[in-house]
């Protein structure tokens, strides 16, 4: 018989999951090259690879806050002889959102801001990157949440990552001003669509670096 007691506790929740222990890896589309990256940063972004790869390595870096996406099933419900009869319906998958420190140069901001720029422009109400995905000109892309443990491994351990399919930006936030705000980064939040999310235990070891994280046929995680 178990004893519910703090020992038995302490052993099962251990030092626990702490929700600051996070790594938010964001891809932009296939067809957001190097240089596209670069360009889309208004030149503020190294021209050779490694600089614009700081571009993608900056969505991780100024990530404030996050969150592990969430789902909901629907339910059907079906008058039966005086009853209501409640049956599983359709699965929908919540908005998702991360708050970013903005950095000096705006570098961050601009590449989100030219991303949702590309799906819908704002002058001319043209679609730049019409088609959804699957193709280099494509505005969707992969998002990954990564949930880590605090231990004796540089940056922590990977526990369980998240990856989010087929995602676009839909909102990014204003950023208020004010002559008070005294002690302050800017900080503004970006909302995502996505299609699904499917999400797999690490297999241990320290987090993979995010220009390694890659794609596979089942919709895992490796």
Known sequence: MATNNVSSFLQVIGQGVKPNMFTVDIQFPAGFSDATINDLAGGELASDGAGALQGKELTSILCKSAALPGSNLGVIEVPFR???????????FDTWTATFFNDKNFKIRALFESWANEINTHAGNTAERFLPDGTGDGYMANLFVTQLEKDDTVGGSAIRTYQLHHCFPTNVSQIDLAYDSNDQIEEFTVEWQYSYFTAEKAKGGAQAPASTRTNVANGKVI
């Open 82 to 92: 005086g009853r209501t009869v409640k049956i599983a319906g359709d699965r929908t």
